[in-house]
């Protein structure tokens, strides 16, 4: 599985982003797929994962109640959508695949979230 997050940018504080993560393989609807992020000077952390039906969720406490996902395995795509931004979200953020939850094995290039006040 080859994958490729996308939609990063620049928006304010409150506003909202809509990132996606393609994927490559026809297996692709088999995976776990997690969002996790890295902002300089910190360690890389999760964000949030979704089961390979889309029917599960679940996100890290700090982005709790502003941030969904969802996928479209007929496009092998899954989406974090970011609301109400806070520039503690600014980050470098990645998609990656696993067959767990706790085993992400497959990992994408970032794309650069940038938060301004």
């Known amino acids: 599985v080859q994958l490729q997050a996308s939609g990063g940018g620049l928006v304010q504080a409150g506003g909202s982003l809509r990132l996606s993560c393609a994927a490559s393989g026809r297996t692709f609807s088999r995976y776990w797929v997690g969002w996790f992020r890295q902002a300089p000077r910190k360690e890389r952390e999760f964000v949030g994962g979704?089961?390979?039906?889309?029917?599960?969720?679940y996100f890290a406490d700090s982005v709790k109640d502003r941030f969904t996902i969802s996928r479209d395995n007929a496009k092998n795509t899954v989406y974090l959508q970011m609301n109400n931004l806070k520039l503690e979200d600014a980050a470098l953020y990645y998609c990656?695949?696993?067959?767990?939850?706790?085993?992400?094995?497959?990992w994408g290039q970032g794309t650069q979230v940038t938060v301004s006040s």
């Open positions: 979704i089961d390979w039906g889309g029917g599960r969720t």
């Open positions: 990656a695949a696993g067959i767990l939850p706790s085993e992400y094995t497959y």
